[in-house]
């Protein structure tokens, strides 16, 4: 099954500029596209992070040295450096041409769940199961602050667009707003009555996204809090949310095995996207807002056109002979889903 799988992959170059879906080979717990578009890198429960090319849907270069689950990855705005962040408790940079890891940042005391580069790419913000967010110096290796205010895991953090506030989402069903200068919480956003699994912020700053638990994306006003409205549809845990780099859409990957396109202004859900097997755990737009990319429990990378919504045409599927998520043993299910036995609501 496996040599077929890979034969299937090595025709993807021939059958458009965007492969339907890649293989990867073990669940997919995060995807992220270069600055350029032309690479996507992914982090998957093999402790592996991989790039791939987005033209071919080949593998051009597998990074080693994380030791448990890698669960998010991000590429430094000049697509020279990537950062992963695994359940082994550090934060991995790695040099994007020769694929050598350069450091390995600790100081987190539990699970880090959320890597992310500053837009200028100075500093680096990491969430964990500790309660805390961390920012970073990258070139150095040093931890520059910590983020200390939520009640529970923390899952999930952003900068804003001009770099100069964090948002945190946690499992206390909170979402904090802090000065990344003076580290001070400037806002506390409450409305969601589940665990925080993503936030991101619109490309103007203005409004910010959350998923949750609860099954429902919400959008905030980042100066007032005001939650401005409730996007419903989803049938189970929001696992990730992005904006569409011209703000316009909204993308939401859920583990009710959906990922759906929303208009942002008027919260209309305007498409549905089905073809994964398994829950999916991350979505994100191409930087031309042309394509979006998803990573499911299924094994699978998949592609879509963003404006028209559907996948690539003329593409072949790759598809994985994996179960659905019913085979999941109920201890991996925890160690993914988290710790409610232990919530603390504020």
Known sequence: MRSAVLAAMNLLASVGSVPDSIFEGSPVDCVRWAPDGATLVSGSEDYMVKIWNTSTGKCLRTLEGHQDDVWSVAYRPDGQQIASCSDDLTIRIWDFASGRMLKALTGHADS??????????????????????KIWDPASGSCLKTLQGHKNDVWTVAYSPDGRQIASGSADRSIKIWDLHSGRCLKTLKGHKDYLRSVAYSPDGATLISGSDDHTIKVWNVSSGECLKTLNGHTDYVWEVAYSPDGKR??????DVSIKIWDSSSGKCLKTLTGHSDVIDSVAYSPDGQHLASGSDDYSIRFWNATTAEKPSGSATISSSRPGQRAWSQARRSRKVGRKDMEVIV
């Open 112 to 133: 880090i769940r959320k890597v992310v580069y500053s837009p200028d790419g100075q500093t680096l913000a990491s969430c964990a199961w500790d309660h805390t967010v």
């Open 250 to 255: 909204i993308a939401s990957g859920s583990w």
